[in-house]
């Protein structure tokens, strides 16, 4: 594999191994955010009431955790080339999910939406990546020149 792809590799994942990392450093923060963003559906409440009572958390704290816990080790396993290819299909519906509930610039006022509209165009640009994380994988491209005829 060339040395740009993995330092590329590498830098990319950073994104990720940082913004969850920052997650879970600042979980009661995370959590209040998630709150005011996202609603958990009538038919999960049974649910998220038994994982709350057996924790001792409230949903969005879970919630939390869980997302800051899979955006390390996502982050890592595509540094490490591990698996990188299941974990960039993975991210990829991630953030397809945050760019439609955080990003929402089709429900806000023209000023706040410019902001909002930007963060989702980055999160499109970040899906892209992970498409070309996982189109590449982990094989190495010997039959294929890496530059054709110039």
Same mark, same amino acid.
């Given at each position: 594999?060339?040395?740009?792809?993995?330092?590329? =590799?590498? /830098?990319?994942?950073?994104?990720?191994?940082?913004? $969850?990392?920052?997650?879970?450093?600042?979980?009661?923060?995370?959590?209040?955010?998630?709150?005011?963003?996202?609603?958990?559906?009538?038919? /999960?409440?049974?649910?998220?009431?038994?994982?709350?009572?057996?924790?001792?958390?409230?949903?969005?704290?879970?919630?939390?955790?869980?997302? $800051?816990?899979?955006?390390?080790?996502?982050?890592?396993?595509?540094?490490?080339?591990?698996?990188?290819?299941?974990?960039?299909?993975?991210?990829?519906?991630?953030?397809?999910?945050?760019?439609?509930?955080?990003?929402?610039?089709?429900?806000?006022?023209p000023a706040e939406s410019a902001k909002t509209l930007i963060d989702a165009?980055?999160?499109?640009?970040?899906?892209?990546?992970?498409?070309?994380?996982?189109?590449?994988?982990? =094989?190495?491209?010997?039959?294929?020149?890496?530059? $054709?005829?110039?």
């Amino acid at each position: 594999m060339p040395a740009f792809i993995i330092f590329g =590799r590498i /830098l990319f994942a950073v994104l990720f191994i940082y913004s $969850g990392a920052t997650k879970l450093f600042a979980i009661p923060a995370t959590a209040e955010f998630i709150s005011a963003k996202v609603v958990v559906p009538a038919l /999960l409440t049974p649910y998220t009431s038994q994982l709350e009572t057996m924790t001792g958390m409230s949903t969005p704290q879970m919630l939390a955790i869980a997302v $800051g816990s899979f955006e390390v080790i996502s982050g890592l396993m595509i540094a490490l080339n591990f698996a990188a290819r299941f974990f960039a299909i993975l991210l990829i519906f991630f953030v397809a999910a945050v760019t439609f509930y955080f990003h929402d610039f089709w429900n806000q006022a023209p000023a706040e939406s410019a902001k909002t509209l930007i963060d989702a165009l980055k999160n499109l640009s970040i899906i892209g990546a992970l498409f070309m994380i996982a189109g590449y994988g982990r =094989r190495p491209r010997s039959s294929e020149p890496v530059y $054709g005829e110039i």
